[in-house]
């Protein structure tokens, strides 16, 4: 069956379905026709007269639809009910990485924001505008190094979160069940990030986990 059809059997989404797919392992024999109504189940699976989703009727086994849509239904927007549902076919290293590299780009992004092109860039800003009896308006002057000590403070901070995050995803490598592109990819971050660091940093910073005694 297509996602579509699955998804209108049973009233959920089809980003729904594409979850069950990935959790329950489907797989479609290779060579096998498309042929509308007719699932290949893996081989392996249990025989009888059972459905897409090895039961008799209803989501998967084990499956948190119930919860989902009849707690936060009431209280979450369609968007919201459509990540989580996405989320659950999620493991907690894809979800590290994920938020690995949304704090990466920020902080790549806060370089383009935040950045200072001298000693004499500096930005006035009004921040006051009085008027009746008294009237006048009042400016803020950020100089080249007062705005370049809060990029650094920001950043410290930001490169900590992401340090600490790295950490928590090498520890699931040793754990968890990764391929060898999740062990290549956050090598080549650390790599980078001990470069930024560099950049912004006199002092050389190095991951703790790579200290050898």
């Excluded at 069950?20 to 025989?47: D, E, F, L, M, N």
């Excluded at 920001?154 to 990764?178: G, H, N, P, V």
Aim: proline fraction near 4%; aromatic fraction near 6%.
């Amino acid at each position: 069956m297509k996602y579509k059809e699955i998804a209108e059997k049973y009233g959920v989404s089809i980003n729904t379905v594409k979850s069950w797919k990935q959790r329950h392992s489907w797989q479609r024999q290779k060579g096998a026709p498309i042929v509308k109504g007719v699932h290949t189940k893996k081989p392996g699976a249990p025989p009888g007269n059972k459905n897409a989703v090895g039961n008799k009727g209803g989501a998967p086994p084990q499956n948190s639809n119930a919860v989902t849509h009849g707690l936060f239904q009431k209280y979450l927007p369609a968007e919201s009910l459509e990540i989580m549902e996405q989320l659950q076919a999620r493991s907690p290293l894809d979800i590290v990485w994920d938020n690995i590299m949304i704090q990466y780009t920020a902080i790549i992004r806060a370089q383009q924001i935040m950045y200072v092109k001298d000693r004499d860039d500096s930005t006035t800003t009004k921040v006051e505008v009085k008027s009746g009896n008294v009237s006048g308006q009042r400016w803020e002057v950020q100089q080249a190094w007062d705005k370049q000590a809060t990029f650094l403070q920001a950043q410290s901070r930001a490169m900590a979160t992401l340090q600490s995050l790295i950490r928590q995803y090498d520890e699931l490598l040793k754990t968890d069940l990764a391929t060898e592109e999740q062990q290549l990819r956050i090598a080549r971050l650390k790599g980078e990030v001990e470069k930024i660091n560099n950049e912004s940093n006199p002092e050389v910073v190095v991951f703790k986990d790579d200290l050898h005694e």
